[in-house]
Nanobody, 113 residues
């Protein structure tokens, strides 16, 4: 079955960086698009970045130029490099296949001002 294990979150000051990782299993990883989502308290979960099986990427406007999604098909892992972090980036971050499967536990990112 599908399993997603996110890691790499933490507490960071505004302007800092974090790199999130997501180990995925249960589907043929290399043939699937992947996405990073986030959910802030009291808000809906939103897709912030996606990467196709061929490596094409898309970002929500609020993270363009600051976040970079990448994938390593040999390791069945997708990454999210987050630079110039802002307090409004504070959320639980999740990865998922596209189309979505079951969710993992997510990883908390907290950006202090």
């Amino acid at each position: 079955q599908v399993q997603l294990v996110e890691s790499g979150g933490g507490l960071v000051q505004a302007g800092g960086s974090l790199r999130l990782s997501c180990a995925a299993s249960g589907r043929i990883f290399s043939m699937n698009a992947m996405g990073w989502y986030r959910q802030a308290p009291g808000k809906q979960r939103e897709l912030v970045a996606s990467i196709s099986s061929g490596g094409s990427t898309n970002y929500v406007d609020s993270v363009k130029g600051r976040f970079t999604i990448s994938r390593d098909n040999a390791k069945n892992t997708v990454y999210l490099q987050m630079n110039s972090l802002k307090p409004e980036d504070t959320a639980v971050y999740y990865c998922n296949f596209l189309p979505m499967g079951p969710w993992g536990q997510g990883t908390q990112v907290t950006v202090s001002s």
